[in-house]
């Protein structure tokens, strides 16, 4: 099973921007797709977005055209840039990995994604 380390998050005013990173320690990065989710308190688990091996991307609505996710496979590492944020992103981010035989995952099936880890606060607020 890949061990993910999510990084990147931190406290930002409405508007700016924050890069969250996501190390992992697979062998062979390249044979999984990468997700974002995040989790605001007393809200359920929400997909942000996905990179599948092939660079092919897929978005929440909520983020579309202001977040963007990408991967390094050299650096074993997914990134998702946040630009433009809001308060209602506020929320406790995590990354997630699916080893990808054929087709793209479905995203918002996250029983089929791996263990969680702590993930990273991100905090948009004045």
């Known amino acids: 099973q890949v061990r993910l380390v999510e990084s990147g998050g931190g406290l930002v005013q409405p508007g700016g921007s924050l890069r969250l990173s996501c190390a992992a320690s697979?062998?062979?990065?390249?044979?999984?797709?990468m997700g974002w989710f995040r989790q605001a308190p007393g809200k359920e688990r929400e997909f942000v977005a996905g990179?599948?091996?092939?660079?092919?991307?897929d978005y929440g609505e909520s983020v579309k055209g202001r977040f963007t996710i990408s991967r390094d496979n050299a650096k074993n590492t997914a990134y998702l840039q946040m630009d433009s944020l809001k308060p209602e992103d506020t929320a406790v981010y995590y990354c997630?990995?699916?080893?990808?035989?054929?087709?793209?995952?479905?995203?918002?099936?996250?029983?089929?994604?791996?263990?969680w880890g702590q993930g990273t606060q991100v905090t948009v607020s004045s």
């Open positions: 990179i599948t091996r092939g660079d092919t991307t």
């Open positions: 997630n990995a699916r080893v990808q035989l054929t087709f793209a995952p479905k995203w918002t099936d996250f029983d089929d994604f791996g263990s």
């Open positions: 697979a062998s062979i990065f390249g044979l999984y797709a």
